[in-house]
């Protein structure tokens, strides 16, 4: 640490063994160790010396890491214990830590021309840091060579890096890392050195073009893990070579075989450089040239365009070679000779068009057709299709997206025997940049109607292109710019070029090459707007208004560069406040990004079948190194997904070790450190986990073994075994994995009897995954959790299904719930994969193993399904039964209900409490209509994975939510309105303020729940439940804003049921209620004391439900109230009210039974709603409360006196006749409101 003393500096002080220095540093260190003794771990305090500055106090503390609040306290102390002459200035404290900063260099050994990083790790929450070269006595800031880039990573970590592109030697030197939070300095330092690349190969070689192989070495002289070692040639023909590189050793082989046709004549002593050149993982590049002099054996004519026949000769030598040899005589055979004619127009296109060659053979007769290229490379067989006719036959060679690759001569080939028959063709192929290849940005950008703005288009080659930026009808020539191999177009867009603002545009770039042949980039969207409300800026990313939404490639974007080329993806920003956030990152680090580009490529090569192997090692070895950046970027392990994707779709044959290669790249992206990554995945409900297991899948269908008849490939996070069925009896199939890191365990088993079915030469392939389980944790829905290995089996050929398979997994959690055996459905969830039963059943349960039988071949696992009873089991076929037949009836009834009250509607609305009661009560129907229709819905989604089952899901969850509370607070109104009618008997309220408050309550007070549960909860999409519609339980418990609402409106409505009966069967002087009132208010009473109760218990098993382990009971008691709720409201809401019942019967009866209703109502008596002698009649209306109504005028008087008295002064007094007319209202009301 060091502090300023303004005083006078003296020469004594310098001296350690003067009396001033003596007193100075007794005096200073009794003040530190008074001021530091509070710091936690405090050890001790030593001044260690002087230096001018006034006088500047360098001294050291030991102590643990303390907080800047307690540091300030600390040496507020120190000033107070150390005498004022020193003049201490308090601003001036600094403290530089040790062995608190982390300090890595990548790469270890560093090649000129490398892009290097260095990057500071610090637990220290601070983002100012910075970067001091020693050497040359400088911070570092951001510039064309220099990157730095200081963020804090999730409050835990502060991370700085400094990048350097193409490092040179006068990089090499000390670096100084700072960071600097308050007082404090945490410094760490790091020396580097900058190594050339130095390849030892032989410079000069001659070569006689006698078709003999002949090999041209390089090695480096540093032993390191190369990324690639490439070659290439320059010179006046072309002779390509084989390479084979050997990474690790650091040495590579070019193979070359020159025969006459390469060496024609005039070309004796012509001399090709050929060039190899090391590329490091960090982007350093270092090359050798080797001048190769070839030497023809003797001059023959050139034969392109003429057609030859070339009998087989007895040498080791291939098909392809002796069709190109020229120095091979032509022999007189009896075998027919073909006449070949090939398409005569000459044939040149651009890259990205496509080109066919037609070859017409006058014989039909023919073992074998094919194309290959003056170089000897055979064509790939997709390329070209053959048919034979009656007149000859004829081969097409197709492509439909010609590459440079495809630059060269063709040779059509006929074989009948011995004999070959042969035509060329020449095709020359321009460049032109295909269309994906062109990097454009921006992709989306917003300028004001004042501003401007550069538009850029990037491609990674330096040709000559006539480059326009197009808008509109307006075209503009681009400005050329170049950066190493990257070269970008550029274009200074003005807004007040364009007319009106604001504007939408789109801005694209024309690429026109030698040929006048054209390609257009992708759209570059423009928004003009007037600018007002543009909150965020930045140089880089740009500018936009609060809630924008803009994409960015990413080496365009803010993200550091990698080292190795340029990064790919897209990186996704969001305008938040006044600055740019990031939303989403799927950037691609650069080395991967180089190998997506070369994998795409490859597939449109005319030789992908021989360049597959040596992509497939350089696959495994480069995913391998930078395991540590795909672990980093969810961007990278999505390109080695698709990468092993595309690469799969190669249809050739895979050997032992191109299936190595490939389960060495699928282990690395199913290690336990990329397990965080894939989450991300997940979270985005992609589907790349299927993805992966499809090409795993089809690399395994392809697999052939060379020699032997079993074959065993053990990773730490894949394993494979297969078997080739040979001739003779066939064995049984019987494969065991082990992953004792994982501690799981599996075997697979086919009998021979299945196998005896199968072709000789045919394999089969299984692989077994410990850490998929995690990634395929879920179907499309998330509803069963993977417990097991995942085990994929494969035929090479076709099967005959069924074709039956057994299967014994480890189940971890033998306590987890109910196994069930599945397969995974690449067509499940809109075609991204899912689990699937289907064809596969439970053998056996032993302990912790699980033995399964499926009648197919594909990705087997076991599922552990908690909370739902055993599939397929008779519990759940029970529970579906009751759940369509009871919604079935509830919907039926509920439709009823509404009708019915349709029909009677007028005759039982006479009065304002009859009319507010059977609002209620259509209300109550139509929500828990809605709410079973919604339910419906919701399963649906579930069930059938549509494509769009999460905003779905999300509106199903809101409404079945909303609905149902509607049904509860429409039932508390019902109670209410009950309670008010009985205790505030004389007090009158319009009917509007009693719609108003109904509906208020009915609908307004579920409303606000459900939109601030969805509100609260649907921006962290923890909304709904991963295994189905309905509110989520376990992250927020959004499941109360439903539970707690309706638990407490049924205790409310009981609480009312029992103050209401207690209020009848013992009513208070003055509130005795009349017969006539005491039955109406008891039949409400009966009705909200039925409904509440049913519906609470509805839930109230259903809670019981979700808890693991319940019983059954629970399960098929909640599945019958919950659906036969539409039945229990027409019967006990509708049905049951008498004044329904008279007026159904007054409107559907005939005269006969009005005449019998109007003589039972003129003896004054009513009707019970079940009008039968029998006893059990009798016993259920009694059992219901159907009671007789009052009787006689006198009656009718009675109550209203009853009602209409009031106590006044301890006399009673009777109402005048506006009093009366309004209790009368008021007792009718209550009697017609459930009767």
Excluded at 29 to 48: C, D, N, Q, R
Excluded at 860 to 878: A, K, Q, R, T, V
Aim: with cysteine; glycine share 6%.
């Amino acid at each position: 640490m060091s502090v300023r003393l303004n005083v006078g500096f003296q020469e004594d002080l310098k001296n350690t063994s003067s009396a001033l220095y003596r007193s100075y540093k007794t005096d200073l260190e009794t003040a530190f160790w008074k001021g530091y003794s509070i710091l936690p771990g405090f050890k001790l305090v030593t001044v260690t010396g002087f230096r001018p500055g006034s006088v500047v106090v360098t001294y050291e503390v030991q102590t643990t890491t303390p907080s800047p609040e307690l540091m300030h306290k600390a040496n507020e102390q120190v000033m107070q214990n150390l005498n004022q002459t020193y003049k201490m200035d308090y601003s001036s404290f600094q403290a530089v830590t040790s062995n608190e900063t982390k300090f890595t260099i990548i790469p270890e050994i560093i090649f000129e021309g490398d892009t290097v990083n260095l990057v500071c790790e610090n637990e220290v929450l601070s983002s100012n840091v910075t970067w001091h070269h020693v050497e040359r006595r400088s911070d570092l800031q951001n510039s064309s060579r220099f990157s730095v880039y200081s963020a804090v990573l999730n409050n835990v970590t502060s991370v700085s890096r400094l990048t350097i592109y193409n490092i040179t030697p006068g990089d090499a030197g000390e670096y100084i890392c700072k960071l600097t939070l308050d007082i404090f300095e945490y410094e760490s330092r790091k020396k580097i050195d900058v190594t050339p690349i130095r390849i030892l190969a032989t410079e000069e070689m001659k070569v006689t073009c006698d078709n003999n192989p002949v090999s041209l070495n390089c090695c480096s002289e540093i032993n390191v893990n190369w990324s690639a070692i490439e070659w290439k040639q320059e010179g006046k023909i072309n002779i390509p070579g084989n390479p084979e590189t050997d990474l690790e050793s650091g040495c590579s082989r070019y193979t070359l075989r020159a025969d006459g046709t390469q060496c024609p004549s005039g070309s004796a002593g012509t001399t090709v450089v050929y060039a190899c050149e090391f590329v490091s993982s960090h982007g350093a590049r270092g090359g050798k040239n080797i001048e190769v002099t070839f030497t023809s054996v003797g001059d023959n004519p050139s034969h392109k365009g003429e057609v030859h026949e070339f009998p087989r000769q007895e040498m080791e030598m291939s098909t392809v070679e002796s069709i190109t040899g020229n120095s091979v005589e032509t022999k007189k055979t009896q075998e027919p000779q073909a006449n070949l004619t090939i398409t005569p127009d000459p044939i040149s296109v651009s890259e990205g068009q496509n080109f066919s060659i037609k070859c017409i053979s006058d014989v039909s007769n023919y073992d074998e057709v094919y194309w290959n290229t003056s170089a000897g490379i055979k064509i790939y067989q997709k390329f070209y299709t053959t048919r034979r006719s009656a007149a000859g036959a004829e081969s097409v060679l197709r492509v439909k997206i010609a590459t440079r690759e495809w630059n060269g001569t063709y040779h059509c080939v006929f074989r009948y025997k011995n004999s070959y028959s042969v035509a060329t063709k020449d095709v020359t192929v321009h460049p032109l940049p295909l269309e994906p290849d062109i990097m454009v940005d921006p992709l989306e950008a917003t300028v004001p109607c004042k501003g401007s703005h550069h538009f850029r288009c990037c491609i990674e080659e330096d040709e000559d292109y006539k480059v326009t930026f197009q808008m509109d009808s307006l075209s503009f020539l681009a400005e050329k710019e170049v950066k190493g191999k990257q070269v970008c177009y550029k274009y200074n867009f003005m807004a007040s070029s364009v007319s009106r603002c604001p504007k939408k545009l789109d801005i694209f770039c024309h690429f026109t090459n030698a040929a006048n042949n054209s390609v257009r980039s992708s759209s570059m969207k423009l928004n003009l707007v007037s600018g007002e409300k543009i909150m965020c800026r930045d140089p880089t990313i740009g500018v936009g208004e609060p809630g924008k939404v803009i994409q960015k490639l990413c080496q365009f974007s803010n993200v550091p560069s990698s080292p190795g080329g340029p990064t790919g993806g897209i990186m996704t920003y969001k305008c938040v406040g006044s600055h740019w956030e990031v939303k989403k990152n799927d950037c691609i680090s650069a080395p991967i990004n180089s190998l997506l580009q070369l994998a795409k490529d490859l597939i449109k090569s005319p030789c992908q079948d021989t360049k597959l192997p040596t992509y497939l090692k350089d696959l495994s070895v480069s995913t391998g190194k930078v395991k540590h950046e795909v672990s980093s970027f969810p961007g990278s392990l999505g390109a080695i997904i698709n990468i092993l994707d595309l690469l799969s779709t190669v249809p050739t044959q895979v050997n032992s070790e191109m299936m190595t290669n490939v389960l060495s790249t699928v282990n690395t992206i199913l290690s336990k450190p990329m397990l965080s990554t894939w989450q991300v995945f997940q979270q985005q409900q992609t589907n790349q986990s299927s993805q992966l297991l499809d090409s795993v899948e089809r690399f395994s269908r392809t697999l052939r073994s060379e020699d032997s008849t079993f074959l065993s490939i053990n990773q730490t996070n894949v394993q494979m075994r297969s078997m080739v069925i040979k001739p003779g009896p066939p064995k049984t199939y019987k494969q065991s994995f082990v992953f004792s890191d994982s501690d799981l365990w599996g075997n697979v088993a086919i009998d021979k009897c299945e196998l005896g079915s199968l072709q000789w030469g045919s394999s089969i392939v299984t692989v077994a995954f410990p850490t998929l389980k995690t990634i395929l944790t879920q179907d499309g829905q998330g509803k069963n959790i993977a417990n097991s290995l995942v085990m994929t089996t494969t035929v090479s050929h076709n099967i005959t299904l069924p074709f039956r398979i057994s299967m014994t997994f480890k189940n971890i959690n033998p306590s987890g719930g109910v196994p069930q055996c599945v397969f995974w459905n690449f067509n499940l969830a809109n075609y991204t994969g899912g689990w699937d039963s289907s064809g596969c059943y439970v053998n056996r349960v032993d302990g912790d193993s699980v033995s399964c039988i499926c009648d197919h071949l594909t990705s087997f696992s076991i599922l552990m399904s908690p909370d739902s009873p055993y599939p397929g089991s008779l519990l759940e076929i029970l529970l579906d039964i009751i759940s369509y037949i009871g919604l079935c009836f509830s919907i039926l009834s509920l439709a009823s209900c509404l009708v019915v009250e349709a029909v009677v509607w007028k005759s039982v609305t006479k009065n304002r409490t009859s009319y507010m009661r059977h609002i209620c009560i259509v209300n109550i129907a139509a929500s828990l209509l809605v709410a079973d229709i919604w339910f419906i819905v919701a399963a649906a989604i579930h069930d059938h994975f549509y494509p769009l089952n999460e905003t779905a899901c999300v509106a199903a969850t809101f409404f079945i939510h909303f609905f149902y509370l509607s049904v509860f607070f429409w039932m508390l109104t019902l109670g209410l309105m009950l309670f008010y009618r009985l205790v505030f008997i004389l007090h009158d309220t319009s009917k509007s303020i009693q719609k108003t408050i109904a509906f208020s309550l009915g609908y307004g007070c579920p409303l606000v729940i459900s939109v601030i549960t969805v509100g609260a909860t649907q921006p962290q999409e923890v909304y709904t439940r991963k295994n189905a519609c309905w509110l989520n339980w376990e992250d927020t418990k959004a499941l109360l804003a439903f539970v707690i609402p309706a638990l407490i409106i049924v205790v409310v409505n009981m609480t009312i049921t029992v103050v209401v009966i207690s209020k009848i069967l013992r009513p208070s002087i003055g509130d005795k209620p009349s017969k006539q009132e005491k039955s109406s208010l008891f039949q409400i009473s009966k009705s909200i004391g039925v409904l509440t109760p049913l519906l609470g218990l509805t839930w109230g098993f259903g809670l019981a439900t979700v808890f693991q382990g319940s019983n059954a009971v629970f399960h098929i008691i909640f599945t019958l109230l919950n659906a036969f709720q539409g039945l229990f409201i027409l019967l006990f809401g509708c049905l049951w009210d008498q004044k329904v019942q008279e007026a159904l019967l007054k409107k559907f009866s005939l005269s006969r039974w009005s005449s019998q209703h109007s003589k039972s109502t003129s003896l004054g008596s009513s009707t019970p709603v079940f009008s039968m002698s029998s006893p059990i009649s009798r016993r259920f209306n009694n059992l219901f409360g159907k009671t007789a109504a009052p009787k006689g005028p006198q009656a009718v008087m009675e109550t209203l006196l009853a009602v209409a008295a009031h106590q006044s002064d301890g006399t009673y007094n009777v109402s005048t006749p506006e009093a009366t007319s309004s209790s009368l209202e008021n007792t009718s009301s209550a009697y017609s409101l459930l009767n």
